[in-house]
């Protein structure tokens, strides 16, 4: 447990990670971009839960096909589920996904 | 053109590929389950597009974790998109996600 919590804060620092949810869909495209481009980052994770996912992958897609064509991959995708008790007092699982990008070898 | 139906042919009938949609949620977990176990499968590919991503991503991760627990995991995911003209004659884009699960090796 205090391994995984280790790991989480080393890749925090490691990375840039855009967490996506409901703001305006070019807000975190745009986020993205910046993280590459005027901040000069190697690989910015792109994270979301549950009915986010979907939009996570677009913005990867939409920023690797489109804006930064040719310049930057999808370098790893992880899935994985977190479980938490609701107000409700049951138990829910909700799905997350990190789609890891980077700069494109020459 | 032809390539592209001649490719998604020969994934067909490589792999045992689940398609999401808007049909109940248990149904394809069931369908990936059965995949495994009654049609001895060793990999089975999830699949969706557009807004079904998020439910690809919960399919699988219910699959693993909870109904073929330590026996099934997560092998590979894959992002794309995909570019289509509309009715409206627009040329729009929707994102794709495969998530490859297979037996874990003992």
Known sequence: MSEGTEYENERREDSNTIFVGSRPFMNYVTGVVMQFTTQGATEVC?????????????????????????????????????????????????????????????
């Not at 979907?54 to 899935?79: H, M, P, W, Y």
């Not at 799905?95 to 890891?100: K, L, N």
């Open 46 to 106: 792109v994270k979301a839960r549950g009915k986010f996912i979907s939009r996570a992958v677009d913005i990867a897609e939409v920023t690797c096909k489109r804006f930064l064509e040719g310049q930057i991959e999808v370098k790893n995708i992880r899935i994985n589920s977190e479980e938490f008790t609701n107000n409700e007092n049951r138990l829910v699982r909700v799905s997350t996904i990190e789609v890891f990008l980077g700069k494109k070898s020459q």
